[in-house]
């Protein structure tokens, strides 16, 4: 199957991610059928994708005829075959467990053809895994997007032990349709690549609070007026290749180099998260957030708005909206 002949989708699971998926789809012109297990989720995912719709017309990313034709596209349903009899592409959004995954994926080759893709959006379970009972794996890959899926532009796609590359390349160039930013793994690896440096970056964040050589607002202030300003602009390799002047990332390399030796010697590398941390973390959240001027976000609502209106910003300029 082309990406072309991708003309409608279901997402299955309505959740966080699942009603983000949904909006994007929606906003792009595609049908979809949202479902979910229980009619109250629906009934909030229906509120969540209108909210995102309304940001997106204030924001002036949709007009008022948009946002009610992208209304118009959804259909929600608690029938897995109504959800998924009809589409080409499946966006799993179901809790993060293997279990259900395999529930899920159960349920809905009753009612799919072979050539509909299923694509999940595990935050790094293997697909392999995903997979092991399906009667047609090679549709199975994983499309792990970042929170938001309707702004943020990444998608890795992996492939478990049977997918097919035509499953991959479909999807691929599906979202690429969409205006999304796909990278695919040449390799499973749990947790992909963007949770594993987000995770790594966070490990270090735990040992320094913990260590007491800051708190968790100073934290947040390192990243976000330091390295995270950069990383919104290009990557890591590219911010090196400028920091090595006239000698590019290899220069940087060599200059800085035996002293990262040090520091990586010096910092941590367990790999189980200290119990107290959760608590720690949320008083210096709960901190953080009254510290801040009003306009800037103090509660989780205002946040995600000032959150949003900034990726907006940002996504204009790297040219994605
Ligand atoms: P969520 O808990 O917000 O949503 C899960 C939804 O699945 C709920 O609406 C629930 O009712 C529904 N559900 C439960 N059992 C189901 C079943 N058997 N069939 C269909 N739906 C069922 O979770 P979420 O944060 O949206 O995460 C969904 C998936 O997306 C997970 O695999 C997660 O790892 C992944 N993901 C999450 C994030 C994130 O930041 N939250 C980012 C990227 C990927």
């Given at each position: ?23 994007n789809?929606?906003m792009?012109?595609?049908p ?9 989720q629906?009934?909030l995912?229906?509120?969540?994708i209108d ?14 005829e ?13 029938s ?6 009809d589409?080409?592409f ?16 159960d349920?809905?080759?009753?009612y799919?053809s ?7 959006s595990t ?6 895994e995903?997979?092991k ?5 090679e ?7 970042y929170?938001?899926?309707?702004l ?7 492939k ?5 590359e ?8 599906f979202f690429?349709?969409l ?7 040449q ?5 992909f690549?963007?949770n594993?440096l987000?995770?790594?970056?966070y ?9 007491g ?10 990243v976000?007026?330091?390295?995270g ?17 006239p000698?590019?990332?290899k220069?940087?390399m ?9 520091w ?11 119990e ?5 973390a ?5 901190e ?8 800037f ?7 995600t708005?000032f959150?949003d ?13």
């Amino acid at each position: 199957m082309k990406a072309t002949e991708i003309k409608k989708i279901a997402c299955i699971g309505s959740g966080v991610i699942g009603a983000s998926w949904a909006t994007n789809f929606i906003m792009k012109g595609y049908p979809v059928n949202v479902y979910d297990i229980k009619q109250e989720q629906l009934e909030l995912a229906k509120s969540n994708i209108d909210n995102n719709l309304k940001f997106l017309f204030e924001e002036k990313i949709l007009t008022a005829e948009e946002v009610e034709k992208a209304k118009s596209l959804v259909n929600y349903t608690t029938s897995m075959k109504e959800a998924v009899s009809d589409v080409q592409f499946i966006q799993e959004s179901g809790p993060e467990r293997y279990e259900i995954k395999h529930a899920i994926l159960d349920e809905l080759e009753k009612y799919t053809s072979p050539e509909t893709i299923y694509a999940s959006s595990t935050s790094g379970l293997l697909i392999t895994e995903i997979a092991k009972n399906a009667k047609h794996p090679e549709r199975c890959i994983g499309a792990h997007p970042y929170n938001p899926p309707h702004l943020i532009p990444l998608v890795e796609l992996s492939k478990g032990e049977k997918s097919s590359e035509e499953a991959v390349k479909t999807a691929s160039d599906f979202f690429k349709l969409l205006g999304k930013e796909p990278i695919t793994l040449q390799k499973e690896a749990l947790g992909f690549i963007s949770n594993r440096l987000q995770v790594a970056l966070y490990r270090e964040v735990i040992e320094l609070v913990m260590r007491g050589v800051c708190t968790v607002e100073d934290i947040d202030k390192a990243v976000c007026f330091g390295p995270g300003l950069r990383y919104g602009t290009m990557g890591p390799n590219l911010i090196f290749q400028l920091g090595g002047g006239p000698h590019g990332i290899k220069g940087i390399m060599k200059h800085i180099g035996p002293s990262v030796e040090l520091w990586l010697n010096d910092m941590a590398s367990w790999t189980k998260v200290p119990e107290e941390w959760a608590d720690i973390a949320h008083e210096g959240v709960v901190e953080e957030m009254a510290n801040r001027e009003p306009e800037f976000g103090q509660n989780n609502e205002d946040l995600t708005k000032f959150r949003d209106r900034m990726l907006i910003d940002l996504l204009k300029l790297h040219k994605k909206l």
